[in-house]
């Protein structure tokens, strides 16, 4: 069964209009566990951070928790643009996919001019690829590993 993608302008959306004084704007793209807890984390910490996320469910959810979000295929700059990637101090490209991750990263920093742009690898062999490229990288496995070996020494 095939389900149709709605078009982005029936897209939702839920973002405020301003933000808190003197507050940071931080765009987490991917709203899977990882994006979700972290947008959590950085509004819980005081900055005006929002999901940008095309799984209806996880939308729904974040909606529901009055959390900032806008509905939208997270690599369209058409939906980072309505997003607010332009006003952004800082863009954190957290799908599950490096190459989404890679190309959200291309556009923050080409298209909305963004400084800090943080990227979430999923697979340690592709860590070299971001390297040159000026991005800062957290490597999901990598650290998950380091972790995880510390506690059995």
């Known amino acids: 069964m095939t389900t149709s993608t709605p078009p982005p302008t029936s897209r939702r959306a839920s973002v405020p209009a301003g933000r808190p004084e003197n507050a940071r704007t931080i765009h987490v793209v991917g709203g899977g566990r990882v994006g979700r807890a972290l947008v959590d984390r950085l509004r819980t910490d005081g900055a005006h951070a929002c999901l940008v996320d095309d799984t209806p469910d996880v939308v729904t959810e974040a909606m529901a928790a009055g959390v900032p979000v806008v509905e939208g295929d997270p690599?369209?700059?058409?939906?980072?643009?309505?997003?607010?990637?332009?006003?952004?101090?800082?863009?954190?490209?957290?799908?599950?996919?490096?190459?989404?991750?890679?190309?959200?990263?291309?556009?923050?920093?080409?298209?909305?001019?963004?400084?800090?742009?943080?990227?979430?690898?999923?697979?340690?062999?592709?860590?070299?690829?971001?390297?040159?490229?000026?991005?800062?990288?957290?490597?999901?496995t990598s650290n998950v590993e380091d972790a995880l070996a510390g506690r059995l020494r």
């Open 75 to 140: 690599t369209d700059s058409v939906v980072l643009e309505r997003a607010g990637l332009s006003e952004a101090d800082a863009v954190v490209a957290a799908t599950t996919s490096d190459g989404s991750n890679l190309l959200v990263a291309q556009l923050a920093r080409t298209c909305f001019d963004v400084e800090t742009v943080l990227v979430r690898v999923n697979d340690p062999d592709h860590v070299e690829t971001f390297r040159p490229l000026d991005y800062e990288t957290v490597c999901v």
